[in-house]
């Protein structure tokens, strides 16, 4: 009778400690995955990026209404990002609007926590007609309701961007 509380008595301190080390385990790969979350949020995405002959958003918007389009490299902070997969980017241009990053090819995607970061893009920008349904499916993205997506009944006027690399850098 002994034997058989003292086997009981081993098995249950055996199974409250490696319960107790896989939890704190556990708990220690959160903590990494956070941090080292926060810390790959900068860098390089789709193709490498000179960081020379970058011009600002306003002198971007400057050549897209002379000539219909910019093709080069312009600096800007990301507004928002698709919640979903990062398959695209706002930043907000001086003018008051904001502008739609979308990546090449669908063949690069950012961080979808990486909102704040100050960014170097380089791609096309063009100015564009975007549809409702677009509009409508790029607000779902973002997390809006039901209620504002429907919201959405007209085309926008606007200028996009189709980026072939973006450099996101650390936060000031």
Known sequence: MKK???????LGIVLNTSC???KADSISEEIITEESTAKEI???????????????????????EKEGNFEGKIAGEIKEVCTKKGC????????????????KDYGFFVPTTSQGYPIILE????????????LRHYAEDG???????????????????????VVIKDKA
């Open 20 to 22: 107790q080390n896989q």
């Open 123 to 134: 791609g096309v920008a063009v100015l564009t007609e975007t549809d409702v349904e677009t």
């Open 88 to 103: 695209w980017l706002t930043m907000d241009l001086p003018n008051g609007e904001s502008m739609r990053v979308t990546f």
């Open 143 to 165: 997390g809006m309701s039901k209620e504002e997506v429907a919201a959405i009944t007209e085309p926008k006027r606007e200028i996009t961007f189709e980026a072939v690399g």
């Open 42 to 64: 900068p860098g390089n995405y789709g193709a490498d990026l000179e960081l020379a002959d970058v011009v600002s958003p306003a002198e971007m918007i400057s050549v897209v």
């Open 4 to 10: 058989s509380y003292l086997v009981i008595l081993s």
